[in-house]
Structure formats: C-alpha cells, structure tokens
C-alpha cells in the first residue's frame, strides 16, 4: 500500500535534512552486531529488551538534535516512531541481514514485512544495505537495489542505499583488494539507479592526513551521481570528524552514523549519562561541521 501523506517527502530530502539542507542523521538500526558489541563490552550477550532499551535511549539522547534518524523494526520502532520528534525524519531500515552471531552481515535482501506489511505512517525514509562484491551474485544486487528504489517510489517514501563493499577471497590472496577502488567502482555502478540519498563508506576509513583525505573525498564525489552522506563503520572514533568535515568540502551533503557517536556507551552502566556527557557533545560538533561545510543537498541533485 501507499501512504499518500508521505509522497512529498519521497521527492524532498528535507525531511530528514537540516535547515542548511545539510543531513546529520544518527543510525540505530544495528541487530546482532549490536548484541555482540556488548559482548565485547563485557556485558554479555544481552537479551531483546536490553537492545530495546538502549536503543530508546539512544533515540532519547540523540534523536532531538539529529535531521534524521535511522532504526530497525526488530527493536524499539513502535516506541522511536510514537517519542521521535516532528522535526527529526524517521528511517525504517528494510533490509534483511544474513548475519551469524558475533559475524559480520554476509548478504541482504529486501524485508518484506516492511515492504508490504508495516504501516509507514510517520517514516520518511527506508535504508537498504548491499553487501558490494565482484562475485556471481554482482548482478543480482544490482536488481536488488532496483527493486528497493522501485518499492520506496511506489510506498510514497525516500529511498537510502547504503552499500558496504567487500573482498573476494581471491582478491585477499592474490592482493589485488584496494577498498578505495571498490568503493568507487560500487558508487559508479549503484549510484546512478534512482536512490534518494547513496549513503558510503569513509575514503581511506579515516586514515589520511588533511590533505590526503580531501583528496581521497574529492575523487569518490566524482563516482558519486546524486546527494550522498558517510557513514562511519571502520573509522576510529577521533578520525570521523575530520573525516566528515573532508567529505562535505568535497560533496558530501553530511553523514548518517552510529558506531562514532555511542559505541563506547555500550554497556555502561549509566547509559542516558554516557550518552549526554559523550555522545551529545559528539553530535553537537558534527552537526556544527556539517552546516558550516556540507553541500546542501538541493545543490548536489
């Protein structure tokens, strides 16, 4: 079904932009990496309710300040979408994650309960993750993304194609793998089949100096057709910033990130005071990046 008060939106990234027309969009949708992130906090392996609750919780903190916010139906999207703010666009992950306990997402495909089941009444956006790779199934996700961008298009609601590149095993063994390479080439193949925003991994995961990152920003701009955010998975935690602020003065239009505002809230044992004493002022600084040196997203349609 359609949600009619929603079309708008589908063609106007401003519902899950700043003013600016700068997008600084906090993710929440993580599953079982989420569950084995406490693990290796030394909490355990934590039930459902305790994945809930730290994803209110992180709602609660962050949810007031970001343009967009980004969550799973799995965990907590009925109490986000009844306490979110108007203001900030609300983002429904559909993407359905082959992923073993304590692994890495190995495939996706489509969520059709949220494709054909869930009531979108108050979300903006939908999110697909693609695991990118130069295999026999390349094609296939190629379709895929086609079929999400078709879908979104038909619901009335933005489209956010967030693909993850990773290597063959040949690639590893012959030592032929180069990440940033990868990434353009997904970026040139994905980006031009209709999504509203191409939400990509950090050039060089934050590595470079100053220089080396613009550089790096400025050549995947260039791979890059339509508006497009970082995320910030693989990047340490001190180097997302900078790494945010190189990307906008190259193109990018902002960020959508989990892991650099709140992994290390994880597991502590007053997690509302982590997140406003930690995660709060980590978003505030973003956010002041983002609107001096993001290129609105109208500009970069």
Same mark, same amino acid.
Request: hydrophobic share 45%.
């Given at each position: 079904?359609?949600?009619?008060?929603?079309?708008?939106?589908?063609?106007?990234?401003?519902?899950i932009a700043r003013p600016t027309g700068a997008l600084a969009m906090v993710a929440m949708d993580q599953r079982e990496s989420l569950r084995h992130m406490f693990d290796l906090a030394g909490a355990g392996r934590p039930e459902d309710d305790v994945l809930v609750r730290f994803k209110l919780d992180v709602a609660a903190a962050l949810g007031p300040?970001?343009?967009?916010?980004?969550?799973?139906?799995?965990?907590?999207?009925?109490?986000?979408?009844?306490?979110?703010?108007?203001?900030?666009?609300?983002?429904?992950?559909?993407?359905?994650?082959?992923?073993?306990?304590?692994?890495?997402?190995?495939?996706?495909? +489509?969520?059709?309960? *949220?494709?054909?089941?869930?009531?979108?009444?108050?979300? @903006?956006?939908?999110?697909?993750?693609?695991?990118?790779?130069?295999?026999?199934?390349?094609?296939?996700?190629?379709?895929?993304?086609?079929?999400?961008?078709?879908?979104?298009?038909?619901?009335?609601?933005?489209?956010?194609?967030?693909?993850?590149?990773?290597?063959?095993?040949?690639?590893?063994?012959?030592?032929?793998?180069?990440?940033?390479?990868? %990434?353009?080439?997904?970026?040139?193949?994905? @980006?031009?089949?209709?999504? @509203? +925003?191409?939400?990509?991994?950090?050039?060089?995961?934050?590595?470079?100096?100053?220089?080396?990152?613009?550089?790096?920003?400025?050549?995947?701009?260039?791979?890059?057709?339509?508006?497009?955010? *970082?995320?910030?998975?693989?990047?340490?935690?001190?180097?997302?910033?900078?790494?945010?602020?190189?990307?906008?003065?190259?193109?990018?239009?902002?960020?959508?990130?989990?892991?650099?505002?709140?992994?290390?809230?994880?597991?502590?044992?007053?997690?509302?005071?982590?997140?406003?004493? +930690? @995660? *709060?002022?980590? +978003?505030?600084?973003? %956010?002041?990046?983002?609107?001096?040196?993001?290129?609105?997203?109208?500009?970069?349609?």
């Amino acid at each position: 079904m359609t949600n009619p008060a929603s079309t708008q939106a589908a063609r106007d990234l401003d519902a899950i932009a700043r003013p600016t027309g700068a997008l600084a969009m906090v993710a929440m949708d993580q599953r079982e990496s989420l569950r084995h992130m406490f693990d290796l906090a030394g909490a355990g392996r934590p039930e459902d309710d305790v994945l809930v609750r730290f994803k209110l919780d992180v709602a609660a903190a962050l949810g007031p300040l970001a343009s967009g916010f980004l969550i799973d139906r799995h965990y907590g999207f009925e109490c986000v979408r009844e306490t979110l703010p108007a203001r900030t666009g609300l983002i429904l992950a559909a993407d359905a994650l082959e992923q073993a306990p304590g692994g890495p997402v190995e495939e996706t495909g +489509l969520d059709d309960v *949220v494709l054909t089941q869930t009531d979108l009444d108050g979300v @903006s956006a939908l999110k697909l993750l693609v695991i990118w790779r130069r295999d026999v199934k390349r094609e296939q996700r190629v379709e895929l993304v086609r079929r999400f961008v078709a879908a979104c298009r038909e619901r009335g609601v933005l489209s956010v194609l967030e693909p993850v590149v990773r290597a063959t095993p040949r690639e590893l063994d012959d030592g032929s793998w180069d990440l940033d390479v990868a %990434i353009r080439e997904a970026a040139r193949e994905l @980006s031009v089949l209709g999504q @509203s +925003l191409y939400k990509v991994q950090v050039p060089l995961a934050g590595t470079g100096d100053v220089a080396e990152q613009r550089a790096a920003s400025e050549k995947l701009n260039a791979a890059i057709t339509g508006p497009w955010v *970082v995320l910030s998975q693989g990047v340490e935690r001190p180097a997302f910033l900078p790494s945010v602020e190189a990307a906008c003065r190259a193109g990018a239009s902002g960020f959508l990130a989990g892991r650099a505002l709140w992994s290390d809230v994880v597991g502590h044992p007053d997690v509302p005071r982590a997140l406003r004493e +930690l @995660s *709060v002022p980590r +978003l505030e600084r973003l %956010i002041d990046v983002v609107d001096r040196e993001a290129r609105p997203w109208r500009e970069a349609s």
